[in-house]
Nanobody
Framework: QVQLVESGGRLVQAGGSLRLSCAASRGTFSTYAAGWFRQAPGKERVFVAAISWNGGTVYADFVKGRFTISRDNAKNTVYLQMNTLKPEDTALYYC????????????????WGQGTQVTVSS
């Protein structure tokens, strides 16, 4: 399994942008799929976006056109570019990884980071 560390979360105004990063260690990250999930207070953890080992992407409907997931295997890092942020995007954002092909369910991933907080003010 890989170890994952997220960064980049902070307070931002509605309409603003953020880029989250997820750095991986202890594994051959280029053979892993990676995903981003988020969890708002009192709510379940939900799928945001995922990218396969070879760059294929999938997004939740509520972020299509606003968020972009990408990866740099040379840096063992996955990114989530978030544009046109809304207050409802406020959540703890988690990075996850699983060999080869991503799923969209929490149970599809077995390596998780500790999360980075994104807060969008209105």
């Amino acid at each position: 399994q890989v170890q994952l560390v997220e960064s980049g979360g902070r307070l931002v105004q509605a309409g603003g942008s953020l880029r989250l990063s997820c750095a991986a260690s202890r594994g051959t990250f280029s053979t892993y799929a990676a995903g981003w999930f988020r969890q708002a207070p009192g709510k379940e953890r939900v799928f945001v976006a995922a990218i396969s080992w070879n760059g294929g992407t999938v997004y939740a409907d509520f972020v299509k056109g606003r968020f972009t997931i990408s990866r740099d295997n040379a840096k063992n890092t996955v990114y989530l570019q978030m544009n046109t942020l809304k207050p409802e995007d406020t959540a703890l954002y988690y990075c996850a990884a699983e060999p080869w092909v991503p799923g969209t369910a929490v149970t599809d991933f077995h390596s998780w980071g500790q999360g980075t907080q994104v807060t969008v003010s209105s």
